[in-house]
């Protein structure tokens, strides 16, 4: 919360990742996920809630399923975010967030959120 006071992370946006990670997100990507300041929950953050069940599950070693299917994903929803963000976008993704806190295997946001990219199959 500091961070957020003092201006350098909003609570809304995308979250910060290692180099590592962002180093697979695609290189068209890269260059227009932080076009917002990160923040401490995001539309990532929401959809992903359960992201290590959906490594675990993969038949993939798990950096080549984060690298081919989960960071090209995350890139596509951090863009849509940065093209439609709004105040209103930002409560329904700050409700969004405590609603998966407290019941993790909602799928809440589908029925909230209109217009995301659609996920690949092998995320479904």
Known sequence: MINVLIGDMSIV???PLTQETF???P????SQVYRSKPGITGIGSVIFRDEEKLISASSLEPKEFYKSVIAP???QLEIWYNNNKSTLLDLKLIF????????????LHSKIIKG???MDSSLA
């Open 96 to 107: 969004l967030t405590a609603w998966t806190i407290i019941f993790p295997g909602s799928n």
């Open 73 to 75: 994903y995350k890139g």
């Open 23 to 25: 180093d697979y997100y």
């Open 27 to 30: 290189e068209n990507i890269k």
């Open 13 to 15: 946006g995308p979250r």
């Open 116 to 118: 995301v990219p659609p």
